[in-house]
Every structure is written in structure tokens, then in C-alpha cells.
């Protein structure tokens, strides 16, 4: 009898489909354009800076969601025209081909990829009437599965969920809470037949959708609550769901066996596809050293290999690194093995996400080249269990060094490597003996067994759906706390009931709403209850942000209150009894997200936040600046819990202040030495590649692991002083060059914030053909056109004769550097030590032929020099003792002291509006471009003094943003002993 049924399956491409959404609100309030166009199955992107043809992607499906809609009275999406593409489309599409795979007994794997907020859960998932791919499989699933059962009685079915997250290299099981507090995370084992799996991971039985979502719910819950108490970013971690669908036809005679036919069906919901890219700032030592970017980057690198190795001869060796990260162990069977695969890849409309959307199409392109051959699980339902016991006695000989190596051929391990392996083995062995004996306890169990078991899980399906029911109805009569966070999906998912007349938040073990997390007090906060009246009070020592603002004094809370306990948890209230009441009066409440929240903490902190008028640099500082302002805070929190004696501070940094001549403001971190008052600037990718690895820090601190504290090379707090920061940077213009003109001047040295940071001695010689100078009675070198020196040649010594008045702190192997006009390579000076160094450095340079592109650049645009040194280490004895919170106590109250002997010193300070903070650096450099060239100008005009009433246009700002530093040249004007203008 053959008792053995296989069904060996062509190698099929992993279907490709790609979805574009309508433009969101943050795509609405930049002005963004349309970018993305579907003609059938082909996807067009044009790069908005180029006026070159889109790129053209083909696919399985390209589905136009991005207009052309209609809403019904339920909110289902229905096409308006005949090119809207609604969710029933994409089911009949893809989620059809899942549900039969799944009943011929197919792996099937469905993937999710896009850029955080470019709609792939939409897809997916859904919301409201609109649901996606999954829910409709398993309603359907579980229909037919009803049918079947009416059909045959005696056949059994049976679906199981399992959920997890990977997050940092580690995989959590997100329905059993207890698993998070494993240290590493999870195993995964490898078994020689099925591949790669999860140790211990929890396997629910589920008997309807309606069960599959609670649970759900709570793996997301649960998701939501650990990433909050270990500052982890959601958008970083993957999910995978995996839906186990076995089916058993009970044997029909003799020659025909009970079979057996088992379909795991994976839902994979990737990290967001804009955090491929390294987050690594170049030059960075740690660049590599976050493990949160190995998951997605080994992700990459299975692709390229699979494409590769489809489109390959045979012949050239190509290996897929599967092996290099959790992720990618997981989804072998997916992306290269047994499985029917199908990716959803998901696009923003807009240009602003350019970059991001062509990776994602770039991406799915590569995908689209790969094979799978998936084969039917089905095999008789005795010979299953037979496998499995023989297996089992395999392992068990084995585990008792029958047949286990002594030696390993062809290597020489010592006795301590050897044992190590060898428990190693033993570990894997266990655990595979382990594994296969639930499969066999599971296949040997009676149908008798097997329905009491399905009426448990059926009775605490229903009293699970009874205690969600009963937290509905509570929620809509009593106030309560919900949860808000960057990912609108983990938003509202945990929510606190406020049923006592006293709440006490924090994480005590006597606390009523438990919270866990950085700088979390053990009683946090206190909630108290009179009558319809709600009060909040911060405890000592605690933190907590009120609509933005700090929380010093007990305080009413209202409906649509939003609360920051720390830095990590924020929570929204929903007062039912107000917002009916609300109602009535016919007032309505604004929606809150995560942006709004922290866009008010960025208002109420001083920054400028208005986005009326604002150009589309501008708008792209705000955003980076709303982003930056919470991770700053969680790395300040972290610096005090570990007491690092750090502080990190937001910088606005113009590209004049970075040795550009144009461009766009940036938002840098200021790391300050708390000790020793040295500070270090980062960029915005270094410092985000740090922070993750400060969070990695402190979870092993939280887990107890006492090797928390890394050596200073691997430290993401730590910075050597012995490299070099930029002091700061000299224009120097050029447009006497222009008429054959040498100068002398002695140039301020500007940091980003416009201070003086000393006085930079420059001198440029105008030279003859033969190299000596061009003296004042060499009138026939002189021009009155600059015109005039195109096709010639224009050669002259550029000299940095030293500076003056550097600030000792940083005056320690002092140097300059520049590129002039089209160099590609740094011009650089010697070191020197001192505040103030002397160069006598330069250098001749000849521009033959002078072109009209050349006489542009010296007439519009100032040679940057770079000064740059490093900083002494001054040790501050009152400093060692003190601990991270009290040097930042005191460095606030230097703070404050200095602001405010500014203050009495000319009360008009204390009134001027945070913008012009924001902007002051652009306008004092700008200011100084033109009075330079207002004074180059009466040079070439053999004028000794420069008219008022041009420095006076320089001095008043035609461009309407600026109207604070108007009023402050009027105030001036009109009290001539003002220090205003040299305060700011």
C-alpha cells in the first residue's frame, strides 16, 4: 500500500502587488504633489526634482487607491470610477488564492511592506467596514470549516493562533506577557525537516474570527505595553502572525487512511521600509553597533541572494544569508522554501515621500524575482505518528552519546570549546524531542478529547468576549485613560478605568494603574475623584507634562486632556460626562495624535510651531524638530537613570554655520559633558543611531545583566576629547579678486548660535604672470569690468595668517580648512596650540582661463574657512560627586541666571518672541555677507566710508518673517543706549 502522497509543485514567483493611498493630513498641510501614477499592472514614479521620465515598476497587481472613492453609510470605500481599486478587489485578488491554498494544505505567506504610514495594514488588516485581506480569510475559513463538519461529522478541523515580535534581534511571544521578561528573548531551533521555529512559543486555539481578533488585541496590548516600559520604537519592530489550520479526514477504509493535511498561514507585518537605510552617521564608531538595524538589513541581502540565485545559470555558488538574523530564520520557508508567498508593498502618493516610496517599488521589484515551491503537508495520519516516535528514539539515542561525535574531523577545539558545543547539541536536541512530542500528543488524542478541549476553548472564548463587552460598557460611563503613541495602531490599545475616588499611577506594587519605564517613580502621580470633577497631582520628584505644560500644582483634568507621565507614557482622558455634555452645547473636540502632542510640548517649550507662511524648508525643519524633541528627552532620561553625567540638548544649525553657502537649517544634538563642561555635536542620523543603542544599554540595565555598563569604545554615551569639534567658521569674500584687488582684513569666527568665537587674520596677493605681487602701481593689472578677465589667467596667494582670541577651552591643536570654488579636496592648515595660533600659512592658486562661472563665485559667493580645534579636559572637583539629575539642576539654574541678569540688564530681552532664537543665526550671517560686500563695494569705488543708507536696508529686513527683528531696529533707533541688538 502506498501510504505516502506527495505533491511536488512547479517553482512559482512570489506574487507582487502594490497599493498607493490618498494623500494623509501631514501630505495635505505640506502642499504635496501627486507623484505616483497605475496603468494596469504598471506602477510610474517621478522624481519631483528632475524632469527626466518616471520610473516605471511592473507588477502582479497595482492597485490606484489613491482617488476616485465614494463612502457609504457604513464607511465602506466603493469605487466612484473604474479606476478605484476597494478592498473586495484586492480579496478576490489575493485573499482568495490564500483561502484555497490553505485548504489544499499549502504554507501561504502574506507580507506587509512600506513606509511607516504609507496604508500596508489597511491592506492587511483594515478598519471599520473596510476589512482586509486576513479578517475576511478566516471568516471564510471558519464558514466553510462549519460546512465541512455538517458534511462529514467525524472529520476534525482545527485552527490555532500563535503571534510575535521581533525587536532588536529578539522575539517576543505576544500572547503570554510572562515570555517579555526572558532575557534574549525567545530561541530558535532549528529541526532538520521543518526548519527553522520558536522555542516555548504559545499556540491558542481559536474556534472563530471573533476569537482571533481578541486575541490579537491582546498580543497587541501586550506589544504596546512592553514597547512603552522598554522605550522601544514600533515602527523598528516586525510582527508575525501565524495561523495554524489543520485538517483531519477520518479513515474511509482499509486502503484508505485517516490523512492528515496541515496549512500554516503567516501574516508578516515588516518594520517600516524608510529604516533600511543605516542610521549611522558616517565617521561614527558605532555606526554598526545597534543591533535593531540587522533584521532589516540581512533582509535586503536574502532578497538580492533569492533574485540572484532565480535569475542565476546554476552554475555559480550563490548563498543566502538567512542565518545572520532572526527575521530572515523565520521566513526561510517563506521567501525560499515551502510556501505559496504573496507581498502587499505599499506607496505614499507624495513627493515629500519620494525616496521612500522608490525604495519600496525598488524593493518589491527584487521580490518579484523570486521562486518558492511549495508542496502539499498532507501525509496519513498513523504514519505521522509512527515518524514522529521514531524520531523521537533517534533523539533519545543520541542524547545518550550514540552516535554523537567525539571528535569533529578536520578541526582542533580545545576540551572547554568541545563540552560547550556539546551542550549546545544536547540543548537542540531537547528541544526538538520536546516539539515533536506535542505534535505527537496532539495527533494521538481521542475525537472525545479533542471535543472537550474545543469546548473549553469555546467557553473561554466566550467568557473573554463577556469581560470585553463589560470593559465597553464601563468605558462609556466612566472617565478613563487611553494610551496614544507613534503608531496609530498601538494608540487606544491599553486603557486605564478610573473607578476609585483615588487612583495612585507609578510602578509600586500599591499602585492602582501600574506603569513601567524610564524615570517612572514608584508612586507617580496621584488621581482623585469629586463627584464629576477630576484632579491630578504630581508627586515628588516625579515628572509629568499637562497639555504641554509642566505639572507643579494639583490641577482640574478636562475631556481631552493629554498627560505625559516621564518621557515615555502618554495618556489622553476621555471624560464621558463632559464630552456628552459638550455635545449638547454643540462643541466638538479636535482629534488627538501623537504629533499634536508633541508639536504642543514643542510650542510650549518656545519653539516656533506655526505653520502659516511657512515655505517647505521650513516645514521640513519643524517636523524633524517635533520629531527629534521626544527622543532627546527619552536619551535624557536614560542618561540620569544610569547616571552617565550627560545632558543632550536640540541645536538648530544653519548651512552657513556648517561651511555651506546654501541649503536648508538643520536640527543637531549637542552632547554636553556635565563634569567637565566639553560638549560634542551630532548629526541626526548619529544621534538616532546612538540612541538605540542607549535603549539597548538600559534594558540590560532594567534586566539586571551586570555587564550593563559597555567599555568606553562601544559606549554610545562617550566621545573622546581628543577629537576634533568645529569652533567655528570665517567668510571670507572674494569679489576683489573680481578687479584684481588683494586685501587684508581680520575676520570674526562665528559658531551656529552666531557667537564670536575669536577673529580670523586672512590676506589675499593678486600675482603677476612671473608670481610677485601685483603692487598699487601696477595699473595696467587692474580692471573696471571683471568681464574683462575672461579667458585670462587670475592667479594670487591666499595667506591664514593666524587668529586671535580663541576660547581657551578649545584651543588646543587649533587648524583651518576650506575648498575653494570647484576643489574636491580640503585645503588645511598645521595644528596649532594655542588661543592665539599663528599659521602663516598659504598657498598660490591659477584659474586659467577665468570663466563667467568663476566671476559668479567670486562675486556671490564667500570662501568658508572651517576653524576647527579640540577641547582641554578641565576637571571640575565640586562636579565628581554630584550624580546626572543634580548636574542638570544646576546647570538649569545657570541657565536661568544667566538668562536673567540678561533680563535686568535691558528688560526689552525677556519680551522678545522665541522665533527670533530660531532664526537669528540665518539673519546675523546673512547680515554680515551683505555688510562685507557693502564694504567691498566702496573699496572698488575708492570710498572711505560705506553709506548709512545702505547699512540701513542690510539692517532692515524686507522679508515679512522677520518682523520681531524689525521691531527690535526700531526700538534701537528710537533709544540709541539700547544693547539689544549686541545681546541677540
Known amino acids: 500500500l502506498l501510504y505516502t502522497i506527495k505533491f511536488e509543485e512547479m517553482a512559482e514567483n512570489i506574487k507582487v502587488a502594490v497599493r498607493v493611498r490618498p494623500f494623509n493630513q501631514r501630505e495635505k498641510d505640506r502642499g504635496a504633489k501627486l507623484i505616483v501614477d497605475m496603468q494596469g499592472n504598471t506602477t510610474y514614479i517621478k522624481d519631483p526634482k528632475s524632469d527626466s521620465e518616471p520610473k516605471k515598476f511592473t507588477f502582479d497587481y497595482s492597485y490606484w487607491s489613491h482617488d476616485g472613492y465614494r463612502e457609504d453609510e457604513v464607511g465602506y470605500m466603493h469605487p466612484a470610477d473604474d479606476r478605484y481599486c476597494d478592498q473586495a478587489t484586492v480579496f478576490k485578488d489575493l485573499g482568495e488564492g490564500v483561502l484555497t491554498n490553505a485548504w489544499s494544505g499549502y504554507n501561504c505567506s502574506l507580507f506587509a511592506y512600506g513606509q511607516t504610514g504609507s496604508g500596508k495594514s489597511y491592506s492587511i488588516v483594515g478598519y471599520g467596514a473596510n476589512r482586509g485581506v486576513i479578517p475576511v480569510v478566516c471568516q471564510k475559513l471558519f464558514g466553510k470549516i462549519a460546512e465541512k463538519v455538517t458534511e462529514n461529522p467525524k472529520d476534525e478541523f482545527e485552527v490555532n493562533l500563535s503571534m510575535i515580535e521581533i525587536y532588536n534581534e529578539q522575539v517576543r511571544d505576544l500572547l503570554n506577557a510572562e515570555t517579555m521578561k526572558i532575557k534574549g528573548g525567545l530561541k530558535i531551533r532549528e529541526h532538520p525537516k521543518k526548519g527553522f521555529y520558536i522555542e516555548k512559543l504559545t499556540s491558542s486555539k481559536v474556534g472563530s474570527y471573533e476569537n482571533i481578533e481578541l486575541q490579537m488585541e491582546t498580543g497587541t496590548k501586550n506589544r504596546t505595553v512592553a514597547s512603552t516600559a522598554m522605550n522601544a520604537t514600533s515602527s523598528r519592530a516586525h510582527t508575525i502572525v501565524a495561523i495554524t489550520f489543520v485538517q483531519k479526514t477520518a479513515a474511509a477504509g482499509p486502503n484508505q487512511p485517516g490523512m492528515t493535511k496541515t496549512s500554516i498561514i503567516n501574516l508578516v507585518d515588516l518594520a517600516g521600509s524608510e529604516r533600511a537605510a543605516s542610521t549611522g552617521a558616517a565617521g561614527d564608531r558605532l555606526k554598526e553597533g545597534a543591533a535593531i538595524n540587522q533584521s532589516l538589513s540581512t533582509l535586503g541581502n536574502v532578497i538580492s541572494a533569492l533574485a540572484d540565485l532565480a535569475s542565476s545559470d546554476g552554475k555559480t555558488k550563490i548563498i543566502v544569508p538567512f542565518r545572520d538574523s532572526a527575521l530572515t530564520r523565520l521566513l526561510k520557508n517563506a521567501l525560499g522554501g515551502n510556501s505559496k508567498t504573496v507581498m502587499m508593498a505599499a506607496v505614499s502618493p507624495a513627493d515629500i515621500n519620494y525616496e521612500e516610496s522608490l525604495s519600496t517599488l525598488k524593493f518589491a521589484d527584487r521580490v518579484k524575482r523570486i521562486k518558492t515551491k511549495a508542496s502539499v503537508n498532507e501525509s496519513p495520519t498513523e504514519k505521522l505518528i509512527r515518524e514522529l516516535r521514531e524520531e523521537n528514539a533517534k533523539l533519545m539515542k543520541l542524547l545518550g552519546g550514540q552516535g554523537m561525535p567525539a571528535e569533529i574531523p578536520g578541526t582542533e577545539v580545545s576540551a572547554e570549546e568541545r563540552e560547550k558545543m556539546k551542550r549546545e547539541l544536547e540543548e537542540e536536541l531537547k528541544a526538538q524531542m520536546l516539539q515533536n512530542q506535542q505534535e505527537l500528543d496532539d495527533a494521538k488524542r481521542s475525537l472525545q478529547e479533542k471535543l472537550e478541549a ?8 466566550k467568557e473573554d468576549l463577556r469581560k470585553r463587552q ?51 517613580m514608584d508612586e507617580h502621580a496621584l488621581v482623585e475623584v469629586d463627584k464629576q470633577a477630576i484632579y491630578l497631582t504630581c508627586r515628588e520628584n516625579a515628572k509629568i507634562t499637562l497639555n504641554g505644560d509642566s505639572l507643579t500644582t494639583k490641577t482640574e483634568l478636562m475631556h481631552n486632556d493629554r498627560i505625559v507621565f516621564s518621557s515615555g507614557h502618554v495618556y489622553v482622558l476621555h471624560h464621558p460626562y463632559q464630552f456628552k455634555r459638550a455635545q449638547k452645547e454643540g462643541k466638538t473636540f479636535q482629534t488627538i495624535t501623537w504629533d499634536r502632542v508633541q508639536t504642543e510640548i514643542a ?19 519643524q517636523e524633524d524638530l517635533i520629531t527629534m524633541m521626544p527622543m532627546v528627552n527619552e536619551v535624557n532620561a536614560i542618561s540620569e537613570e544610569l547616571d552617565k553625567k550627560k545632558h543632550f540638548d536640540i541645536a538648530l544649525v544653519s548651512p552657513q554655520a556648517r561651511g555651506l553657502a546654501g541649503g536648508r537649517t538643520n536640527v543637531m544634538v549637542k552632547m554636553i559633558d556635565l563634569v567637565h563642561g566639553n560638549f560634542w555635536m551630532w548629526d541626526r542620523n548619529k544621534f538616532i543611531n546612538r540612541k538605540y543603542k542607549m535603549v539597548e544599554m538600559y534594558q540590560n540595565f532594567t534586566d539586571g545583566d551586570p555587564d550593563w555598563d559597555l567599555p568606553q569604545e562601544i559606549d554610545p554615551f562617550y566621545e573622546d576629547v581628543e577629537s576634533h569639534i568645529l569652533i567655528g567658521q570665517s567668510q571670507v569674500h572674494l569679489k576683489c579678486l573680481a578687479y584684481q584687488i588683494g586685501f587684508e582684513e581680520s575676520i570674526i569666527i562665528t559658531d551656529y548660535e552666531a557667537r564670536e568665537r575669536g577673529f580670523l587674520q586672512v590676506e589675499i596677493t593678486p600675482l603677476k604672470p612671473d608670481g610677485s605681487p601685483i603692487g598699487d602701481d601696477d595699473d595696467e593689472y587692474f580692471v573696471e569690468d571683471p568681464k574683462e578677465l575672461i579667458g585670462k589667467n587670475l592667479t594670487y596667494k591666499f595667506k591664514i595668517i593666524g587668529a586671535k ?6 584651543s588646543h591643536e587649533v587648524y583651518c580648512e576650506f575648498k575653494l570654488y570647484i576643489d574636491e579636496t580640503d585645503n588645511r592648515t598645521n595644528y596649532v596650540s594655542s588661543k592665539n595660533p599663528d599659521w602663516h600659512w598659504s598657498k598660490n592658486f591659477s584659474h586659467n582661463p577665468v570663466t563667467e562661472q568663476l566671476l559668479t563665485y567670486l562675486n556671490d559667493e564667500p570662501l568658508i574657512v572651517k576653524v576647527w580645534g579640540k577641547q582641554r579636559m578641565e576637571n571640575v572637583s565640586s562636579n565628581h560627586n554630584l550624580s546626572t539629575k543634580q548636574l542638570n539642576a544646576q546647570n538649569e539654574k545657570e541657565k536661568l541666571s544667566s538668562y536673567m541678569k540678561k533680563v535686568a540688564a535691558n528688560p526689552t530681552v525677556g519680551n522678545i518672541d522665541m522665533a527670533v532664537a530660531l532664526r537669528k543665526v540665518e539673519l546675523m550671517l546673512q547680515m554680515i555677507n551683505d555688510i562685507k560686500g557693502a564694504v567691498t563695494d566702496a573699496k572698488q569705488n575708492n570710498k572711505t566710508a560705506v553709506e548709512v543708507s545702505a547699512l540701513d536696508a542690510i539692517l532692515t529686513p524686507e522679508n515679512t518673517k522677520l518682523d520681531e527683528v524689525d521691531k527690535l531696529i526700531k526700538y534701537e533707533k528710537d533709544n540709541p543706549d539700547s544693547q539689544v541688538c549686541s545681546v541677540q
Request: glycine share 8%; proline share 5%; hydrophobic share 35%.
Open 454 to 461: 474545543s469546548q473549553k476553548a469555546l467557553a473561554k472564548e
Open 470 to 520: 463589560s470593559e465597553d460598557e464601563k468605558r462609556k460611563k466612566k472617565p478613563y485613560l487611553w494610551n496614544l503613541t507613534e503608531d496609530p495602531a498601538l494608540s487606544g490599545i491599553v486603557c486605564h478605568v478610573i473607578e476609585r475616588t483615588k487612583v495612585l499611577i507609578g510602578k509600586g506594587e500599591m499602585c492602582n494603574i501600574k506603569l513601567q519605564g524610564l524615570s517612572i
Open 603 to 621: 510650542e510650549k517649550s518656545g519653539w516656533d510651531v506655526n505653520k502659516a507662511g511657512k515655505n517647505e524648508e521650513e516645514l521640513l525643519l
Open 805 to 810: 582670541g580663541i576660547p581657551p577651552k578649545i
